[in-house]
């Protein structure tokens, strides 16, 4: 009985499905090409999703606030450039660091002013910015990438653990741990969770919706320089074109991984299996023979299908909900 | 004219985990009202999707003039000349009053345009018929939600539909608007329609019907002759047990304390010069018709809409709340009206719920104690005796009353040591027995030294529960009575009074 009831729960848990399609996906591919779970593949793949990782974080608490944000990675990309030109006009990495997370934050903070004290649908706003932070990008480097010098700054993108583990993606996984435990286990979390479910619901219960989504704006302004600052180190170079399309990508993991996209639900370990399928899939096509033009394709197709999987499980919702409430 | 009849013959629906109907059937006759009555849960809106073609019966078939159909669809049901009008308005509200009436059946000349004039004539016929002051090119997003849903019956007049459906047509309306609506709704049963009416006002079934068919959790319990019976043994049979005098039974608190809130000449956007005294303990009611400002006072006190000049004092101190979360703060809370929009985050748990205006008294250093939040969740479904397995399950799971019950639990926990509670229509959409204990539990609150203001349409309820009553008319008051003096026609005077 009891096991019984253990197994249903398990089931009917969405990660546990997203955790049995990510074991098809890697199978299938490891059938089809033998080095597909080889280190330096996995490396590979982990190496490839960092950015769409970190951007995820600050983009997955926004839509779990009921709130879109298209412009993360255009201020990642903008992240990316500002920590190059402080490393070469010489600021030592730390501070320059420091620096560009507070301008991720300034230009975050943008996004809360057109959404919470201009009222613009966040759609169009953070699409808005997202269309000037990526214009003033080309406008101030040419369009050129920039080399960066200061050499201890790549380390950052560079070093691994267990010659499998990168730094970038462990500070994703940390960073996924440190929300994913502030959503579900702080006021303020919770406040998330309560906005977006229903905002004047929050509202009238004590809850300051608009100083929420402010704050996420912020936050995840910030966590987007993280992306361009490891991508930057990486690369060792700036460059105006990075990170950019990483922005809808970090949108389809967080909604593969369970965010539905009217708000009030989902985890940040859901993200995470979200983002370790994103990029088993996308690698798998590689490694398959594809050609990499297919990869948009790819990424297109798998939002899609999140927005499929999303409408379903809205829609079993509304059934329960139906089947509860409409008898009278 | 065909005599018209429609026949329910043995239907049968499920949905998961529950058995909405079992078996119902009854017979509608032409040119008679018949009403359908049952608390929440005892599947009359499930019949009326049934006959509409919203969802399929898993048995059973609907007859009409002895004909079997079985709608798959909302189109062959209005094919088969049904309407069911709706309590959520189908209307297109940036188009006109001509153009939605025969939305999907305009008069096209020869080029395919639309003939205006025609358009026009026709609707005005219509119009004209049963006597309606509105013309046909109006804006229907424009008008009031009475006229609303006179353009929807049009709607199902012009479609010259023999069965028409009612679902709680007069829950938004005015008095006034539902005379206008009842004249209507008579003239269709001099055409001979089958006319369908579900209801929670009792005054209204004994005003408007022929027959009652009474449900009771997917049955059909009885089937009666309005002009045979009473409303005594309408509630019993409703109930399936006599709940006697719910008002006599009160335990009322007879001590009323201090001046806790004080309203001096308030005025907002939407009302002026408001004026009260509430004392700890106390029921204060709040009387008055649809639109009347009360709920827009008590959204100014509490922080959620802008005030333009007055005063309020809580325990003798001015305060002004500049967003609710002010107010909760300072013990004020407030259930409002539309408990899925505006009071519960349906997608979340009961203990969510419940735990959201007291979230930094359960944090326990940086993070929030799970078993505080529990143990605040179980104490409520104990003490409001909710139904539900556990305080995990999601609030939209809940029925109506369970719903009203989890908003109570949030607001008088013992964390949030509420001053004041504001009750804004509380008994709205619930079933007569939970009416009766939410009742009880205003009352329960006022002994705990509560201030209550209980915002109420419905007249009885208002006279019954309440200390005092304030009466509010066209955004201002017009009265204040205590319950000694007040009458039903009192209070209607003063609600109507200009």
């Known amino acids: 009985m009891i096991r019984n009831f253990l197994v249903k729960k398990v089931v009917r848990n969405n990660n546990f499905t997203l955790v049995l399609t990510l074991f098809v996906v890697l199978f299938v591919f490891q059938m089809i090409n033998k080095n597909y779970l080889s280190l330096g593949n996995i490396r590979n793949i982990l190496n490839q999703a960092f950015v769409m990782g970190t951007l995820s974080v600050g983009i997955g608490c926004l839509l779990i606030c009921g709130k879109a944000d298209l412009s993360s990675g255009a201020i990642g990309m ?134 929420i989504s402010t704050i996420l704006y912020i936050n995840s302004g910030a966590i987007a320089t993280i992306a361009g600052i490891l991508t930057a180190s990486r690369m060792q170079t700036g460059s105006p074109t990075a990170v950019l399309s990483y922005n809808l990508d970090a949108i389809t993991v967080g909604v593969l991984g369970g965010i539905s996209f009217t708000g009030g639900t989902g985890s940040m370990s859901g993200v995470f299996i979200g983002i370790l399928l994103f990029n088993s899939f996308k690698n798998g096509l590689v490694i398959a023979g594809l050609d990499s033009y297919y990869q948009p394709v790819a990424s297109g197709i798998l939002l899609i299908a999140a927005l499929i999987l999303d409408f379903y499980r809205e829609r079993s919702r509304l059934k329960a909900l139906r089947a509860h409430e409409k008898l009278g | 004219m065909v005599e018209q009849s429609l026949e329910f013959c043995n239907i049968v629906k499920s949905f998961p985990g529950v058995k909405a109907l079992k078996g119902i059937s009854f017979r509608a006759e032409g040119g008679r009202i018949c009403a359908l009555m049952g608390e929440n849960g005892a599947g009359k809106s499930t019949l009326l999707k049934i006959l509409s073609g919203d969802i399929q019966p898993d048995e059973g078939c609907l007859k009409i003039n002895g004909e079997e159909h079985h709608f798959l669809s909302p189109h062959q049901s209005i094919k088969s000349s049904v309407s069911v009008i709706y309590q959520e308005r189908q209307l297109v509200p940036s188009l006109s009053v001509m153009e939605n009436i025969f939305l999907e059946d305009m008069p096209v000349g020869k080029l395919g345009f639309i ?84 209801s929670h006002r009792m005054a209204e079934i004994f005003q408007i019907s022929d027959d009652i068919v009474v449900l009771k959790d997917g049955s059909l319990v009885k089937t009666l002759l309005t002009s045979q019976t009473n409303e005594g043994e309408l509630v019993k049979a409703m109930v399936g047990r006599d709940i006697g005098d719910t008002y006599a039974n009160l335990k009322r608190n007879d001590k009323i304390g201090d001046v806790l809130l004080e309203v001096n000449n308030l005025v907002t956007d939407y009302v002026d010069n408001v004026s009260f005294k509430l004392h700890k303990g106390e029921v204060l009611g709040f009387a008055g018709l649809i639109g009347a400002g009360r709920t827009e006072v008590m959204r100014a006190i509490f922080g959620a809409d802008p005030i333009r000049s007055g005063e309020i004092r809580l325990e003798g101190k001015p305060v002004r709340f500049k967003s609710p979360s002010e107010a909760v703060a300072s013990g004020i809370a407030l259930c409002p009206e539309d408990r899925k929009e505006q009071g519960l985050v349906l997608k979340r748990s009961i203990t ?44 939209m799971q809940l029925s109506g009353g369970n719903q009203q019950k989890v908003i109570l639990g949030r607001w008088t926990s013992e964390k949030m040591a509420t001053k004041i509670l504001i009750l804004d229509e509380p008994t709205k959409g619930i079933d007569v027995g939970t009416k009766a204990e939410v009742y009880q ?25 309440c200390d005092n009553i304030i009466v509010m008319h066209n955004r201002h008051i017009t009265g204040m009575l205590t319950r000694e003096e007040a009458t039903e026609e009192l209070v209607l005077q003063l609600a109507m009074k200009d």
């Not at chain 1, 030592?92 to 230009?107: D, K, R, S």
């Not at chain 1, 080309?138 to 499998?164: A, E, H, R």
């Not at chain 2, 006022?446 to 006279?463: D, N, P, R, Y």
Request: glycine share 6%; proline share 5%.
């Open chain 1, 78 to 211: 903008m992240g990316g450039l500002i920590v190059t030109f402080l490393l070469n006009w010489g600021v030592p990495w730390p501070l320059a660091v420091l620096i560009t997370l507070c301008a991720g934050a300034v230009m975050g903070s943008l996004n809360a002013f057109f959404t919470n004290v201009l009222n613009i649908m966040p759609f169009i706003a953070t699409l808005g910015v997202s269309s000037v932070i990526a214009g003033l990008g080309q406008v101030f480097t040419n369009l050129q990438d920039i080399p960066i010098y200061n050499k201890s700054f790549w380390v950052l993108g560079s070093k691994n653990f267990f010659s499998t583990l990168p730094l970038p993606f462990l500070i994703t996984m940390v960073l996924l741990l440190a929300y994913g435990i502030i959503l579900k286990r702080t006021r303020f979390g919770r406040q998330i969770y309560m906005t977006g479910g229903n905002a004047s619901a929050a509202r009238l219960a004590g809850i300051n919706p608009k100083k």
């Open chain 2, 115 to 198: 003939n205006m004039t025609e358009l026009r004539s026709k609707t005005q016929e219509i119009l004209d018929t049963f006597g309606l002051p509105i013309a046909p090119t109006d804006t229907v997003g424009w008008l009031s939600v009475a006229y609303q849903q006179m353009v929807e019956i049009m709607k199902a007049y012009r479609r010259d539909s023999n069965i028409i459906a009612f679902d709680e047509p007069t829950a938004p309306l005015t008095d006034k608007e539902i005379t206008i609506l009842f004249s209507l709704i008579k003239k269709l049963k001099e055409k001979g329609k089958v006319i369908l009416y579900v």
């Open chain 2, 352 to 395: 969510d719920n419940v735990s959201i205006p007291v979230l930094s008294k359960v944090k326990k250093g940086l993070f929030l104690s799970r078993k505080t939040e529990n143990d605040m969740a179980m104490n409520a479904v104990r003490k409001y005796s909710i139904k539900t397995p556990s305080a995990d399950k999601q609030v």
């Open chain 2, 441 to 465: 539990m205003v009352c329960d609150f006022a002994k705990q030294g509560i201030g209550v203001i209980f915002i109420s349409s419905e007249l009885t309820e208002v006279l019954n529960v």
